[in-house]
């Protein structure tokens, strides 16, 4: 069972999320994508996670746009398959840090793997511009730059938020005692 943080409703079981989950459900049945459940990505949200809401909420905004709101979920699911533990992955010497390197990476898994339409490319390889010097081709590629940095924010002030509560109980405990 799935969810996008922040969302009501389970993927594979809502009336609502029914045309979303129809748009990517190959994707979510597949070992390669589910894969991505055993790495982190930020703090304690694994790429699988992080890569469900940059997926639905991608899906969200583009429909709402009138863009390709199939390639927004696609694209979404995908743009982070490296398949690596960034954290501790060796670089070879000369290599470019990880921000530059894995859409590249990412794109050339979703490949080995799936049908990978022109547009979903362009928004999965670009999804890190301006990092990607190359200008995004497509309107929905605009968009993934900006739900990738929304759902990152969206991760890490999940993380604080529990951090702070903890922080508070400590210290009421702390107190009581
Ligand atoms: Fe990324
Ligand atoms: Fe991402």
Redesign the pocket.
Known sequence: MSRAMGSRYTVEYSKEMQEYFEFVKDLLDSDVVNEMKNYRHHYSVTCFQHSLNVSYYNYLVCKKLGLDARSAARAGLL??LFLYDWRTKEKKPGEKPHGFT??QIALENAKAHFDVAKREEDMIVK??WPLTVKLPKYAESYVIVAI?KYSAALEISVHLGRLMKNKAKQIKNRKAS
């Open positions: 743009h982070d894995h859409p999804h890190m990738d």
